[in-house]
């Protein structure tokens, strides 16, 4: 599975409509709808397609016509997200209307084409799956936890200082922190 390393966005043409496609991390799909229906109030549709991993690491997926024909356009959005094995990002493809009616072929080839080329400019990279955890260092393992951390580019989200040693509660890849808690266990 792949993921995106930041937002992107292109611009494609079909018959004098316009088609603004954007690239996003899922999470911030919904505010970044509301910013687009504000910054472009004259579009006709915002399209939308999704794919993220939820809590329990089910696949969820949906695509969104937003007024278009049923099938036309978010369900060709979420093909084009399928196709190129995306997790946890969505795509919406904002449309200004040109005048001509490209019917329901036209449609699915220009909502998959804007979806495409969002894809194609995007910066593309290995899905790594994260997590948090809890773990425990004696006073004198502290400072190899803390090397470690930063090693491996794990974040530190809290520190806790007790009599014993440090206990800190950890996000980053799950592997690493799996292995980070067999190493650090949490006193019983």
Do not use: W
């Not at 910054?39 to 690491?57: I, M, Q, S």
């Not at 093909?79 to 493809?93: P, T």
């Not at 969002?118 to 803390?146: K, N, W």
């Not at 806790?160 to 950890?170: E, L, N, S």
Request: net charge negative; charged share 25%; aromatic share 6%.
């Amino acid at each position: 599975m792949k993921t995106i390393a930041r937002p992107a966005f292109a611009e494609t043409e079909e018959k004098k409509s316009r088609f603004l496609a954007e690239l996003v991390f899922h999470d911030d799909l919904a505010k970044r709808i509301d910013e687009l229906r504000t910054l472009h109030p004259k579009a006709n549709h915002h399209v939308n397609a999704y794919r993220y991993l939820n809590d329990e690491g089910q696949l969820i997926e949906h695509g969104k016509d937003d007024g278009e024909p049923s099938g036309t356009s978010g369900i060709p959005c979420l093909k084009v997200l399928q196709g190129r094995d995306l997790i946890n990002v969505a795509v919406i493809v904002t449309r200004y209307f040109g005048g001509t009616k490209l019917g329901t072929g036209g449609l699915v080839r220009a909502y998959s084409g804007a979806a495409n080329a969002v894809c194609d400019v995007a910066e593309i990279i290995e899905y790594i799956p994260q997590g948090e955890a809890e773990l425990f260092a004696g006073f004198s393992d502290a400072g190899t936890l803390e090397q470690a951390c930063a090693e491996d580019g794990i974040t530190i989200l809290h520190r806790q200082f007790d009599t014993d040693g440090t206990r800190i509660k950890i996000t980053g890849p799950r592997e690493r922190l799996s292995e980070l808690s067999v190493q650090f266990p949490m006193p019983e």
